[in-house]
């Protein structure tokens, strides 16, 4: 209970409290004080803010090649070093006297001062992956100056420097080609798709459907010009993308406008961000398109739960009221060089489908065990699980469904929880705790994990400590949860190394477990050791590959090797070994 009651006060503690747009210190930035980050003309191959899978795009991606010359953009000092295995991988933040942070992510390295005071800090600690904070006048730079060379470090498939800027004081990211960063562009966005909302009299959603769509020389209209609804309330639906020349043409949009009789009722504008809130795209979007079929559609409608600041006008949350009486409807996409996208149709209450919808028994009512509240906590707390969720972590009021079974497949050690469904998106983390089975062997407690069974059913190491003869955990879906166990340690295949390793510069391996995990922190841990001295290994998370770049002050002759890595059960694989430099 101990446990369980320090997992609650973290939550209350460190209750979801977002940093609205409107009440940050606004930053001036004035014509020619920044310049590009990369030499001559650069191409965008991802917008701020751009729609991608459980976050917004917080910064800019700039097309360059491997290896070219990195450039700080203003005058400043470099505030923070960041080196992770997956995530911005090897990443530079440059702190601005005009209120503003620069950070150049997927370096490959960087100068060569401040690659050694890095990988000295990293002995130091003992470490791979670490965060160095920095004060002024460790490392001053000046504006174009060199501050490394790009890559592919991180979490990227194709090279790129991915760029943010941020404000210093908040941590909000804002949007550089708003703010002393352009690019030429004269295409206007395209939209591809259309989706409907039903709404009862309550304004929830019960039905959705999409609406084919035309178009012809970039007018664009539904294939029928009028919608019928039957439901009082409805809203829309967009998907759009930007084409940016020299990008990919499915870059995102700027800014989406709602019009019902040509007055505005939405208006979501990609101006600024707050970083702890990059994860409420889910909350923007219509999740269970995204999760489903990965198709982005922008909602026009704004979730009770949702905090962003982005939406600059909502008359009734985007949500419009239905009559008999066509009600025309005009969804605009922009983007920042003012080129526009419209869509134009009319929507309608159709009666008839009305009247069968108040006649209907359930009256769009939906089915479910509890009510939750968005703006509550709520616990659920039965013989077989606990379940508690902080306030705001839901994004609107939630007819909730939980149900446990019991699955006799081998290996699984508890019920099966499945908490409502994965199609509904949540802001953060909530606690979940599992009972396990009566004939649980006790010698595996330390082995066990809250597995999730995700798309596809990939099962998720979701970790888990034990109290109250509860496995617990914190968790960022709804879905399908159950105790398994782990006992099989990771492996370890040697990719580049071998007894004589005289002519190469490096060894390299591969690392792998059972078992994915759904954060990064609950991944594999390593450490490597030449004759019982600890040696940095770089991990590179893409590709399970760690490596080890010999030192020049390591002697000729024969050294041993060893090599321990662990998974978060505690597995350990060792791999031991001679060879000769």
Not at 8 to 23: C, D, E, P, W, Y
Not at 126 to 143: A, S
Not at 198 to 221: C, D, H, L, W
Not at 331 to 337: M, P
């Amino acid at each position: 209970m101990r446990t369980l009651l320090l997992l609650l006060i973290f939550f209350i503690g460190s209750a979801f409290v977002s940093t609205k747009t409107s009440n940050n210190p606004k930053v001036v930035v004035t014509d020619g004080y920044f310049q590009p980050p990369v030499a001559g003309d650069f191409y965008i191959s991802g917008t701020f803010g751009e729609l991608r899978p459980n976050h917004f795009h917080a910064g800019i991606d700039i097309k360059v090649l491997p290896n070219r010359p990195l450039l700080a953009v203003a005058d400043g000092y470099i505030s923070k070093i960041s080196i992770e295995p997956n995530g911005y991988g090897k990443a530079l933040f440059i702190t601005h006297p005009n209120g503003l942070t620069s950070m150049y992510a997927h370096m490959n390295k960087f100068t060569d001062d401040v690659e050694d005071f890095v990988r000295q800090t990293q002995y130091a600690r003992q470490v791979f992956e670490t965060d160095i904070f920095l004060e002024p006048g460790q490392f001053n730079v000046l504006k174009g100056q060199e501050i490394g060379k790009s890559g592919m470090t991180g979490a990227t498939r194709g090279p790129h420097l991915h760029f943010e800027l941020r404000n210093t004081v908040t941590g909000e990211v804002v949007n550089p080609l708003k703010n002393g960063f352009k690019t030429p562009d004269n295409f206007a966005p395209r939209i591809h798709g259309l989706k409907v909302y039903a709404m009862n009299s309550r304004q929830e959603v019960v039905k959705s459907f999409s609406v084919p769509i035309t178009n012809r020389g970039g007018i664009y209209r539904t294939k029928n010009d009028t919608i019928s609804i039957g439901c009082t309330n409805a809203s829309f639906g967009l998907k759009a993308y930007d084409l940016i020349p020299g990008g990919s043409g499915w870059n995102g949009v700027y800014s989406i406008q709602a019009y019902s009789n040509n007055e505005l009722i939405y208006d979501a504008e990609m101006d600024a961000l707050p970083y702890e809130d990059l994860r409420c795209i889910n909350a923007h979007i219509d999740y269970a398109e995204q999760l489903n079929n990965n198709a982005y559609f922008n909602k026009c409608f704004v979730m009770p739960g949702n905090p962003l600041g982005i939406y600059k006008t909502q008359v009734n949350r985007g949500i419009i009221n239905l009559s008999s009486t066509p009600t025309r409807i005009r969804l605009a996409a922009k983007d920042l060089a003012g080129n526009e996208a419209n869509l134009d149709f009319w929507v309608k209450l159709d009666e008839e489908k009305y009247n069968e919808f108040l006649a209907d028994p359930a009256n769009g009512s939906i089915s479910h065990d509890y009510f939750l509240m968005h703006d509550e906590e709520n616990v659920i707390n039965t013989e077989a699980a606990y379940l508690y969720f902080p306030r705001n972590v839901l994004f609107e009021d939630t007819y909730f469904k939980y149900h446990a079974s019991t699955d006799l497949s081998h290996g699984i050690y508890s019920q099966v929880h499945q908490i409502h469904n994965n199609n509904t998106p949540i802001h953060n983390t909530y606690v979940l705790g599992i009972k396990p089975l009566e004939s649980f062997p006790p010698e595996l407690r330390e082995k066990a994990f809250i597995a999730y069974c995700g798309k596809n059913g990939k099962i998720k190491n979701c970790g888990g400590i034990w109290a109250d003869n509860l496995l617990q955990t914190q968790v960022k879906n709804l879905g399908d949860y159950y105790i398994m166990v782990d006992t099989i340690a990771p492996s370890i295949v040697p990719i580049g190394f071998k007894k004589d390793m005289r002519r190469a510069s490096r060894m390299s391996f591969s690392i792998r477990d059972n078992y994915a995990t759904p954060l990064k922190e609950d991944g594999l841990t390593f450490n490597a050791y030449i004759d019982g001295q600890w040696v940095l290994m770089e991990y590179d998370a893409k590709y399970d590959n760690i490596r080890h770049t010999f030192e020049d002050n390591l002697p000729k002759g024969e050294h041993q090797l060893l090599l321990v890595v662990r998974d978060n059960r505690n597995n350990e694989r060792i791999f031991e070994s001679s060879f000769i430099r």
